[in-house]
């Protein structure tokens, strides 16, 4: 069957509207995303399985729900947007693509923020609360600051492989200073493949470019 086909005779038996697909996906509002990492779960719209990212869309006429699909959810906004109308929210706000994945990302961190208060509960310092605080405000942290959080990271991957991931996908690094790109210098081993993790393809260049001329200095003595 083809995913329109899938996804109507799917979306029909939650539905009031019987004959009319987009009518029948205008039904809907949506609620959230949650992260399932077993990804053990088939996309309840087009049958897709095994997917990871579950957008939670509820009928507001008979309070049925469907587990969505990252792809599918999009199909759905562009579906309903092809034909003048709009995906809306609990609080009646248009859902967007750009909605959708600022949705996952907000997902991310406030797992992770939720992560750090946590784990820092009862010995609060004004550097804490500062790297907590950029991070809130979506701002790339230095190599200094982020070593900070790997005993953060270690407590979460052990209780539960959702919060490494949402901290894989949440912190960021600052290397547009010449000064926070030589805080690498000033790394130990342990704290460098903590910090790498969360490097962009070009920042692990950069830094793997310090490491070289680093090496060349210290063979000529300099």
């Not at 949506?30 to 897709?48: A, F, G, M, W």
């Not at 939670?56 to 008979?62: A, D, F, T, Y």
């Not at 092809?82 to 907000?106: F, Y």
């Amino acid at each position: 069957m083809t995913w329109f086909e899938n996804a109507k005779n799917n979306l029909f038996r939650k539905s009031v509207e019987q004959e009319n697909f987009t009518k029948a996906l205008s039904e809907f509002i949506y609620i959230d995303v949650t992260d399932n990492q077993d990804s053990n779960s088939n996309c309840e719209l087009c049958n897709q399985p095994n997917i990871r990212y579950e957008y939670l869309v509820r009928n507001k006429k008979n309070q049925e729900e469907l587990l969505v699909g990252s792809e599918c959810i999009k199909k759905f906004v562009n579906e309903l947007q092809e034909h003048g109308m709009e995906l809306l929210d609990k609080n009646n706000s248009i859902v967007t693509e750009n909605r959708i994945d600022n949705d996952k990302k907000n997902f991310f961190k406030n797992t992770t923020l939720l992560l750090i208060r946590y784990f820092w509960q009862k010995n609060w310092t004004k550097f804490r609360l500062s790297l907590l605080n950029t991070i809130e405000n979506n701002e790339p942290l230095t190599m200094n600051q982020a070593k900070h959080l790997k005993d953060v990271y270690n407590f979460g991957k052990k209780r539960d492989s959702r919060y490494e991931t949402a901290m894989k996908n949440t912190i960021k690094i600052s290397l547009k200073k010449a000064e926070h790109k030589y805080q690498w210098k000033g790394l130990n081993d342990e704290d460098k493949q903590f910090v790498k993790m969360f490097l962009s393809s070009q920042q692990k260049m950069s830094v793997e470019e310090l490491e070289l001329v680093g090496k060349i200095l210290e063979s000529r003595n300099w």
